[in-house]
């Protein structure tokens, strides 16, 4: 609560500034500028890198005003707060007795981590989560995800989610581009300057940390992408705009080998009627 009334009157005077601009853009920019931080600054991997999301998902917050709970999406709300009290619950302290019968294994935890764990680990009141502070920055970071997702179900019911699918697809292409030369010239870098603080990431890929996690972006990335390929190629379709170069014959077919014939022209192949 302090920091959005710190960030509150900034951000309001600089809605008043920008008054004359297109806000749908602006909103959209500043969706696709938070989610290209998260791809092109490590990842994610070092903590430094968490607060400009945290600041940036917050100011998106005060300047859109996204719905909760809205009709439709009630129960994927519902279950999203759910998920996020449930992690609180594992940071909190909780009575020795009522947290051995949640977790009959943490005795023996305490046990092998703790000095003072007498009487299988009764005592004084602790969390659920082995690591407290490691848990608190997750819970900080799941929250995060959740408002940037609320503001982007937001930005994009309001029209912007061709600008929104544009964005990370270029993000995806550059930082493709940038995870092959890099692997080929310094594949033990990141961005060809930096190494990796963990000593296991020996193959960094572009700037991940771990090339699974490159590899986990492109896979939800890559359906978006082709998803909104495929739609744009129905609309065309349904409004008339594809033509014979464009691969399609006029019933909505993709042409097949035999419907192809070399004209001579400079454009190759085009898929020729049938009567």
Partial sequence: MLLFALLRPPVQELLRRSRGLDRRRARVAALAAIAAWTLFA????????????????????????????????????????????????QIVPWPPRLRLAVGPGLASMDRALTFDAANGGSGQARPLAVDQQGAIEWLVLAATVVVYFWCARQIVSGGGARHVVRAITACGAI????????????????YWVWH???????????????????????????????????????????????????????????????DLRDDGGPGGDVVRDRA
């Fill in 42 to 89: 490590f990842g994610g991997a070092y903590l430094w890198t968490i607060f400009p999301l945290v600041l940036g998902s917050l100011a998106l917050a005060l300047i859109v005003q996204p719905s909760i709970a809205p009709r439709g999406f009630r129960v994927l709300d519902a279950a999203i707060v759910a998920c996020l009290l449930a992690a609180c619950l």
């Fill in 175 to 190: 930082v493709a581009a940038i995870a092959l030369l890099q692997h080929m010239t310094a594949p033990h870098s990141l």
């Fill in 196 to 258: 990796p603080v963990s000593r296991g990431a020996e193959y960094p890929f572009g700037p991940f940390v771990n090339r699974n996690d490159m590899a986990a972006w492109m896979v939800m990335a890559l359906p978006l992408a082709a998803g909104y390929m495929l739609a744009r190629l129905e609309v065309r379709r349904r409004d008339g705009r594809l033509n014979r170069r464009d691969g399609f014959r006029r019933d909505g077919r993709v042409g097949d080998a035999g």
